[in-house]
């Protein structure tokens, strides 16, 4: 009798201690849901599986019939958020009063910015109004040999394609972002190109 509750005292423990990974295991799933990063890619294919029959007696095998795909663009790099480990390894003189929401929004204003930039360099030009060719020439004449096949954008794209103000401030937060390699400038020709890395 005593051999039996020891076992059920020992069965209780282990059972306690399952739970408790089992509850530690779900709120790590619930934390990890509920800060779900912006830019994870989303899924591309989904498919529908319907079954098909000719005549009752006869059946046929399900198959999955699959939506096409998106068309193919080219991927166009953008800037990786700041992380919270990152933005307080930033140096205090070089932080200021500036926030970790108000760098990532810069982040997003610049991943805009780039996507527009670029998404008018891939079009095709005949399909371009003249305003966008007139972008689209001066995009190429930015380029130059050391920016061959990286992604960067210049002031000039961040006042046509974002309501960001060319402060100071605006200045501070991308020594952030060069501080935690985020980008790099290209400095040329009377022009500074960031660079995405």
């Known amino acids: 009798m005593e051999i039996q509750v020891k076992k059920q005292e020992e069965l209780k423990k282990s059972l306690k201690e399952i ?15 509920e800060h779900m990063p912006r830019y994870l890619p989303k899924p591309l294919q989904v498919c529908n599986v319907e079954p098909t029959v000719k005549h ?15 068309a193919k663009g080219r991927a166009i790099k ?17 932080k200021g009063r500036i926030t970790y929401d108000q760098i990532n929004a810069v982040v997003e204003e610049i991943n805009k910015a780039v996507v527009d930039k670029y998404k008018i360099l891939y079009q095709p030009l005949k ?18 040999r050391d920016t061959n096949g990286v992604f960067f954008i210049v ?14 401030r605006f200045y501070i937060m991308l020594s952030i972002l ?17 660079v995405i890395c």
């Open 19 to 33: 739970q408790k990974s089992a509850e530690r295991a779900q709120k790590e799933a619930w934390h990890l849901l």
């Open 56 to 70: 009752k007696e006869e059946t046929k095998a399900v198959e999955p019939k699959c939506e096409k795909k998106p």
């Open 78 to 94: 953008e800037v990786a958020l700041i992380t919270t480990e990152e933005f307080e390894n930033v140096p205090a003189y070089m």
């Open 127 to 144: 399909s371009m109004s003249a305003p966008v060719r007139n972008l689209y020439h001066r995009f190429i004449e930015e380029e130059t």
């Open 155 to 168: 002031d000039n794209d961040i006042k046509q394609f974002t309501k960001l103000k060319l402060d100071k």
């Open 178 to 194: 060069r501080h935690c390699q985020r980008v790099r400038e290209i400095r040329s020709s009377g022009l500074v190109r960031y």
